[in-house]
């Protein structure tokens, strides 16, 4: 299994400014994984995150948006930048292990923008 | 259409009683099938792997048809604890590289009631 550490759990923000999600593995990791899960729907990848190289976005988002730092094996942030209101969500990191195994979810950061 | 699609319920069970409910996928590239479990407010967490001879895990039973590109799961004895959304996740093996995209479904909530 892996531990992902996640945080902040969540956070109320104003419209217009920036959040930064920290994701914190207890053991280093190949990929990581960025989603997000609106109200009702189902999860929905943003990007994924190899250390070292630049993430990958999934149609609809983009790095201006969403920048996401890999600085190492074990960390990764995603930054959620000039919110509006549509934005609100919950966004999880998870990390996989092998190639087509399970996936493993950080407790989620719960975000509110005002 | 959706790559992966749900019963979105809510399926009332009550407490003893035996729910089943199916998923179905439209990629026939999907390599590997779950089933994760989803509480309010928290992040999934894997459930069951399901593979084509059908498993079973205690109380739970999932199935997989390839051939109608659909996944079950069966919940005996239901206990008020099982209540929960549970999230379809099929995981196709991208060929850019060697590594799976999860795909999830909306998820199908249960509410066992006493």
């Known amino acids: 299994s892996a531990v992902i550490s996640q945080k902040p759990s969540r956070d109320i923000c104003q419209r217009g400014t920036s959040l930064t999600i920290q994701c914190q593995v207890d053991?280093?990791?190949?990929?990581m994984f960025w989603y997000r899960q609106q109200p009702g729907q189902s999860l929905t990848l943003i990007a994924t995150?190899?250390?070292?190289?630049?993430?990958?976005?999934e149609s609809g988002f983009v790095i201006d948006k969403f920048p996401i730092s890999r600085p190492n094996l074990t960390f990764s942030t995603l930054t959620v930048s000039n919110m509006s209101p549509e934005d609100s969500s919950i966004y999880l990191c998870s990390v996989e292990r092998g190639g087509i195994e399970q996936a493993f979810f950080g407790q989620g950061t719960r975000l509110t923008v005002v | 259409r959706k790559e992966v699609e749900q019963d979105p319920g809510p399926f009332n069970v009550p407490e003893g009683a035996t729910v089943a409910f199916n998923c179905t996928y439209s990629n026939s590239a999907s390599q590997s099938f779950f089933w994760y479990r989803q509480d309010c407010r928290k992040e999934p967490k894997l459930l069951m792997s399901v593979y084509s001879s059908g498993n079973e895990d205690g109380r739970f039973t999932a199935q997989l048809n390839r051939a109608s590109q659909y996944i079950s799961l069966l919940i005996r004895d239901s206990k008020l604890s099982d209540s929960a959304t549970y999230l379809c996740?099929?995981?196709?093996?991208?060929?850019?590289?060697?590594?799976?995209?999860?795909?999830f479904g909306a998820g199908t909530q249960v509410v066992v009631t006493p």
């Open positions: 995150a190899n250390q070292g190289s630049e993430a990958t976005y």
């Open positions: 053991s280093q990791v190949t990929m």
């Open positions: 996740v099929v995981n196709i093996l991208r060929t850019t590289d060697s590594w799976g995209k999860f795909q």
